[in-house]
């Protein structure tokens, strides 16, 4: 019996290029929610995407069907496409001169989750969730463990071979929270699982997980009694938990160069930033430092190559508050140097799985620790505001004027940390804000943060991506609350 | 994908076995051609043939599920999807039991079929090369056969499979200005592709104008109905579920609790007769005709999953877990959509929304922007393109004391979505005009 590697090389065809990515996934949710177990979801996947690039057109084809007929279906499709394009292609795929590499990555993982039965699992969610039930105003509770293996190998011509493997770990605890005719929310690190990193048990030791839930419940039940956030003019110090998402929607997708050169227009938008603003660009004050990190350990989005067959490498992207490149990939950067001579970018194109073409995503993108600490930042605000965890997020289309809502909020008063606000929200224009950051929390205050939930690309693929960052204060940001 | 290999399999697993009270069976399969545009010319071409089997087995209280990939050659598939069966059940002993878990009763099978006529790639690329010659056209089509089916041990067997295709496009001005058009159906016609073209092209030019920038403030508006289908769609995100209005999170919540209800001539309905989703969902059981959500204003009836009905001592009505509609209408009024622009005399005209979320769930407040070919109008008359603009504002008062008509006759917008797979949901809507709308930004 051929392997599945030798049955690609022998159906590739007669071709300018070619690729084959061979996706396996296996993953496991379980979810326990007011003390109840529900039935464990498990999921196992596997398909395979063909490129072609024939006569300067690219054409892609996906299939389940792994057989030696199936494979040759599945490039004579893809050559099919690549050969009613011709001619009417926005590129010449021919000169992206794609890789044909060799190498691979493997996520850590020191205690492996399948080290836990089934059983062992329910236990721990029965007792996290059981640790939630802080009494009646509690009307709502569930604790979660997502774990996914995730296996690609891909295949280029002249002997081109990347194998990758990961290992995802996605804790949740979520605690709702009822009194006085208002209903609050309060989760870990986000409802959308912004706590998911790399590796196996151990995250959860990082999460704090098997402790954590008292904590979210009990936040809940403060927040219930909380007033809202006030409205105004204030300073914010925005928690790693919200910092994400901040970093997810103002810098990572206006920096996508597929947005850059308009393919996302027709569903997730474009982008202020155009290509003559790289290497000057001031995006934000001299102590905004962002990192392309696809090498920092443990972090959602960590790989060794991208669905391109490129290697990724650590780069600044705003460095000393100065635009450097953007996120874009081996097609992306040879489009754009038609436009811009010499633009560089970062092998950042991925798809969700094998049934979707790659296209710019972000990785880990990160903001670098400073020299603040979470003290000298609370202390240096006279009347501000304290925020943590997303709960709500929307930005234009060109990614400029964006409102963001958090979970929780802790007013700031004359320098030390007051009363807690709910609904505490903020709106702004993404160049503004960066350029009205004031102070850069240090290691200390650092987390590495990441969402499983990047929606973005036709057609729509969700992926992770990895953000970390410290505590960060801004100054007069547009602060309000809720409605009541 | 075609009927016979989804009862090959269902046949093979869907079999009554020792110590298991029920097996089911739950397929999702697709055939589609995604090719995207930019600059009227090929991004990506794309074909993808994905069939996936989720089976479960259940024993009292106790189930298991696994959602397996499908290779399409029936020995491989049966021979995978009963050695998961055989995996899950091995494990139904580890699993504890589910005190909410609950089956259909009754079986009931059901069965539909539309067949279509859709463009081969080249055929497509074709059109948009020769209808789009030098334009900005930047889109994505879709298009393909879609199938999902049940089976399980008692013998029930849902059939649902469309030939059905989606191209939505923007023709760009420049900068961010553009005009968005739809075509989405069972029968592609090249003719009605070239209209609609041809009538984004004249719409383009009115983008020509130099555009006004709005102050934040309160505006008179009017919705076209894809604007009202967005607003709606975020509507079903926690809005309608059970679950929600018991917890107290239903973003409907001031309504249930008799503090706010909307507008008199309001009725929501969760549509399955008439709309294009599957009439059975993942666990078996069948969607009633329609399920009424908001009637003359007042919430109704909320969407019941299974595990909600059993938690929560009430009847399912066919919803999935989520609780979320999947054919949501809105009825129209009575304002003649040629009249529109007339009864909206000075404002704003909306045509697309983007971005929309919650910015405070307990009072149904929502934000977003406006995008695309939104005008300010005077007399009656588009004036000029307005700069993107953020809102918040309350649902419940902009449907509410906020609103001042709909129009007629309420359009089906399909969901264009093909996150994992091509989606089946839509949102039917009429245009609406409403007073006081709040621009914040």
Redesign the interface.
Known sequence: MHSFEELVRKAAPAADYWSARWVSETSEQLVVRRDVAQAPQRQRDAGVMLSVVHDGALGYSATSDLSESGLRRAFSNAMELARVSAGRSVFDYREADLPRASGGYRSPNDKPAAELSLAQKFDLLHEVCDSANLGDAIVDRAASLWTTHTEQLYLTPDGGRIEQAWDFVVPGITAVASAGGDTQVRSAAGQYNGFCQQGGLEVLERAGFAQDGSRVAREALELVHAPNCPQGEMDVILMPDQMMLQIHESIGHPLELDRILGDERNFAGTSFVTLDMFGHYRYGSDLLNVSYAPDMPAQFASFSFDDEGAAASREWIIRHGILQRPLGGTVSQARARHLRPGIEGVATTRACSWNRPPIDRMGNLNVEPGDSTLQDMISSIDHGVLMRTNSSWSIDDSRNKFQFGCEYGRMIRGGKLAEVVKRPNYRGISSAFWRSLAMVGDAGTFEVMGTPYCGKGEPNQVIRVGHAAPACKFTNASVFGGAR | MMRAEFDHLADAVCQPVGGVDRVTLYYSAES?D?I?F??A????????????GTV?VVAGA????????????RATDVEGLLA?RAL?IG?LP????????LLPAEVLSTERETAGQLPS??EL?HAV?SHAAGT?L???Y?GGPVARGFADSRGQRNWHRVESFHF???L?RS??Q?V?SAYAGNHWDEATFAAKVAAAREQVELLAHRRRALPPGEYRVYFSPVAVADLLSTLSWGGFGHKDVQ???STL?QAH?GEAAFHPSIFLVEDTANGIAPRFQADGFVKPDAVPLVAAGRVADTLVSP?SAKEYGCKANGSHAGESPEALSMAGGSLHPADALAALDTGVYISDL???????R??C?M???T?FACFWVEDGKLVAPIS?M?F?D?LLRMFGSGLLGLTQVPELVPDS????ERHLRSVTAPGALVEGFRF??
């Not at chain 2, 010319?41 to 996936?52: D, E, G, K, L, P």
């Not at chain 2, 106790?62 to 050659?73: E, F, H, K, N, P």
Request: charged share 25%; net charge neutral; aromatic share 10%.
């Open positions: 589609s995604f995207r930019n600059k010319a090929v991004r990506q071409a794309t074909h993808v043939s994905q069939q996936y479960s106790r189930q298991a599920s696994s959602r397996v990939a499908l290779t399409g050659d998961e899950l494990e580890l699993v504890p039991d589910d005190a909410f878990l790639a080249a690329i090369v900005d930047v889109g994505f879709a939505e496009w923007c760009y900068g961010d553009a968005k917890t107290g999170i919540i609790r595990r983007h971005y929309l979320n919650y910015s405070d307990q009072a407040r934000t977003g922007m995008r993107a953020r918040d309350s979505a093909t996150y994992e914040t930004l």
